[in-house]
């Protein structure tokens, strides 16, 4: 597969740019894409501040699997 340094930054980017079209309630995005290719896939973390509140620093974590 392409699991290369250079997917996960495009992964991570194209994260991140989906969150901060669509998602207003968030600021501050940050997105990184960690390549597991034992298992064919990634982990996505993403890590947010909440609009209007002071909570520290949010984080969610997700898996990208082949669905083949």
Do not use: W
């Not at 699991?3 to 600021?27: C, H, K, L, Y």
Request: proline residues 4%.
């Amino acid at each position: 597969e392409n699991m290369t340094p250079v997917v996960s930054a495009i992964i991570a980017r194209q994260v991140q740019d989906v969150i901060e079209n669509f998602e207003p309630r968030v600021d501050n995005v940050n997105v990184e894409a960690i390549a597991r290719p034992d298992d064919n896939e990634f982990e996505v973390k993403v890590f947010f501040d909440i609009v209007g509140t002071e909570l520290v620093t949010q984080e969610f974590t997700f898996m990208l699997e082949a669905t083949r």
